[in-house]
């Protein structure tokens, strides 16, 4: 059976400020004080979720643990239990609500994309050399899929 190495995307998160509205006219002519707490606060600025680091697919029933290091610079790096000298080098990127890791293998050169979710990290699809590989004949009995873990 053709080892399936997973490929993450990170999505990232973009925080937007909302428009300034004006201020009505104001019918008195006394004039008003700045919001003090507005004016202390600054801009409003939201981080970027990080999503590099290590993850881990295990299917114990298998014997088959996959390994990936996203890196900070959109690289990443993976290890097959399987497969072992055959590592997966590539990269990564965030798509809506997945973590899409596209790369090739060392040895055999095979393209392997994996998709899986930013937040629970569910694996939504596996595509080796352009062939979607089916997920569901790869789950362990009693589990509702298969799920990468961060470390």
């Given at each position: 059976m053709r080892q399936l190495i997973v490929t993450i995307v990170a999505v990232v998160l973009v925080g937007c400020g909302e428009p300034q509205q004006t201020t009505p006219p104001q019918t008195d002519t006394k004039p008003t004080?700045?919001?003090?707490?507005?004016?202390?606060s600054g801009p409003s600025t939201v981080k970027d979720p990080d999503y590099s680091g290590k993850y881990t697919l295990s299917i114990a029933e298998r014997g088959m643990e996959l390994n990936f290091e996203l890196k900070p610079d959109g690289s990443f790096f993976g290890k097959s239990s399987m497969d072992q000298g055959d590592d997966l080098i590539g990269?990564?990127?965030?798509?809506?609500?997945?973590?899409?890791?596209?790369?090739?293998?060392?040895?055999s050169s095979q393209v392997i994309i994996v998709k899986f979710n930013k937040k629970t990290g569910k694996v939504e699809s596996m595509n080796v050399d352009g062939n979607e590989m089916p997920i569901k004949d790869?789950?362990?009995?009693?589990?509702?899929?298969?799920?990468?873990?961060?470390?």
């Amino acid at each position: 059976m053709r080892q399936l190495i997973v490929t993450i995307v990170a999505v990232v998160l973009v925080g937007c400020g909302e428009p300034q509205q004006t201020t009505p006219p104001q019918t008195d002519t006394k004039p008003t004080e700045p919001d003090t707490d507005v004016a202390k606060s600054g801009p409003s600025t939201v981080k970027d979720p990080d999503y590099s680091g290590k993850y881990t697919l295990s299917i114990a029933e298998r014997g088959m643990e996959l390994n990936f290091e996203l890196k900070p610079d959109g690289s990443f790096f993976g290890k097959s239990s399987m497969d072992q000298g055959d590592d997966l080098i590539g990269s990564w990127k965030v798509e809506g609500e997945l973590l899409v890791s596209e790369g090739s293998s060392e040895k055999s050169s095979q393209v392997i994309i994996v998709k899986f979710n930013k937040k629970t990290g569910k694996v939504e699809s596996m595509n080796v050399d352009g062939n979607e590989m089916p997920i569901k004949d790869q789950i362990p009995e009693g589990e509702d899929g298969l799920y990468f873990k961060k470390h």
